[in-house]
Each structure stands twice: as C-alpha cells, then as structure tokens.
C-alpha cells in the first residue's frame, strides 16, 4: 500500500513539474530537425536570449529551456508596384521583381532586428524608395528607350541599401512598366505626326522622280525630232515613202483581220483593174 502511495505521490509531483514547464513554454522534447534549405537560431530563455550562431542542416540536441526558431535561407521572390513621377512629370506604375535571401552568418541578428518577416519589412518601404528616387532622374521616354540602364540603376541602389540589413539581391529586374493616359495618347499623337511626315517626304520623293522623267522624256522626244529633221533634210522623198509603206503595212494588217472586209485583186471583174477593198455587212446577208 505504501508503494502505491509513494508511486502516486512521484506521478502527481511529475505531473505537476510537467505542467510547470508547459507553463513556462519549456518543451521537453530534446531533439529537432534543421531541413535543407534551412538554419536554425537558438533562443535561450535561461541564457541571454538569442544566441549568435547558425545551426545547419540535420537532427541536433537541446535543452529544454532552448527553443530553435527555424529561418528559410532560400532565394525568395518578390514583386515591388509603385506609381510615381518622372522627371517630366509624367505618371508611371512600375513593377519591380526582386529576388532575395539573407546573409546565413548574419542570421541571428536579422532575427533580432527585423524579425522572421524580414523580407516584408525591409522591402515594403526600401523598394519603393529606391524605384521612385531612380525614375525621378529619366524622362519619361528615356525610361522605354533606356529599360536596361533604369533597371541597372535601380539594381545598384537597391543591393547597396539592402547590403545594410544583411539581405542578399541575386537579381532585380523591371516587370511592368505603364504610363498615366495622357502620356500614352500623346505618344499615339506623335506616332501620326510621324507616319504623316513619313508620307508627306515619300510625295515630295515621287514628285521630284515624276519630274525627273518628265524632263528626261521631253529631252528624249527634242533628240528625236532634231534627228528626224536631219533624216528628212538628207534624204528627203525617200524617207516620206519609207514611211508611207510601212503605214500601209500597218493598216493591211488591221483590214485582214476583220472579217467584214473582203479583198478583191486586180485582173478580176472589175473594170479598171485595180484592187478594191468592199465592206461587207455579215449581218445583212445572213438576213438575206
């Protein structure tokens, strides 16, 4: 009977040691997994709080006064939008995408000073920051033409800023980049002033081509006349026949091919003896 009480007497003290330590936030349980991709920080409640040192990867011991708080190393993405002006004054939303981790030696004092969210709290205001400084120096068709320096610029302040609270910038990059809508209707604008004045200069061009040939046809048509006015100089009635035959070559060739002509040659019924050319109505004679 004795045992019994004594074995209640360890259980009840037990069981109020555990609940002590519940009480306290002591867990019992001596041992904990740091998975890949991962480090630990220790928070010591007995010993100064948070101690200065990483724990790696794999399964470790601890006391139970210890509590590991679990910290992702990783490259985490993340999107900064912002709307501000340019150095024209001209509105523009910019979406910027950031790709970050922290410094693994530095661990314990991001945990510290920025806490397990440290990514949110330094890019939600740092960002911002650094977009809106960087733009206010382009105007705003320098920000299209100049993507790749704006990005480098923003890249540049936003690794040395980041640097101070101990964060890593594997890559910043420009994702989106709109403008208010008075900029884009005065682009629209100067695009048809462009393709107008485009227009315009290929008229003027075809115009002065158009006038060109002009001068080079009626230059070709005066050498023509001055050479045939030689020709009939030199050679006078010869050249008159030479043309009248070829006009008479020309216009047997038209006569043969209607079928409404009909040839007769000489030596035939017809007195005179020369040839005639009779126009025939084929219609009229099938009628008849």
Known sequence: MEAVLRATRYLGAAAITLGAFEAAGISLNPIYDVDA??????????????????????????????????????????????????????????????????DVAKLPHILKSLGPNYDETVFENLGNEVLKAVVAQYNADELLSKRASVSMSIRTKLVEKAAKFNLILDDVAITHLTFGREFARAIENKQVAQQEAETQL???????????????????????????????????????????????????????????????????????????????????????
């Open 37 to 102: 991709g991962t480090r630990a920080v220790i928070f010591d409640k007995f010993q100064g709080g948070t101690q200065d040192k990483c724990i790696g990867e794999g399964t470790h011991f601890r006391w139970p006064w210890q509590e590991p708080r679990i910290m992702d190393i990783r490259t985490r993405p993340r999107t900064i939008h912002t709307s501000t002006g340019t150095k024209d004054l001209q509105t523009v939303n910019v979406s910027l995408r950031v790709l970050s981790r922290p």
């Open 202 to 288: 290929y008229l003027v061009a075809k115009a002065e081509q158009e006038r060109k040939a002009a001068v080079i046809r009626a230059e070709g048509e005066s050498e023509a006349a001055h050479l045939m006015n030689q020709a009939f100089v030199k050679f006078g009635a010869g050249l008159i026949e030479v043309r009248r035959i070829d006009t008479a070559k020309e216009v047997a060739q038209i006569l043969a091919k209607s079928r409404n002509i009909v040839y007769l040659p000489s030596g035939s019924n017809s007195g005179n003896g020369s040839n005639m050319l009779l126009g025939v109505n084929t219609n009229s004679a099938n009628e008849h």
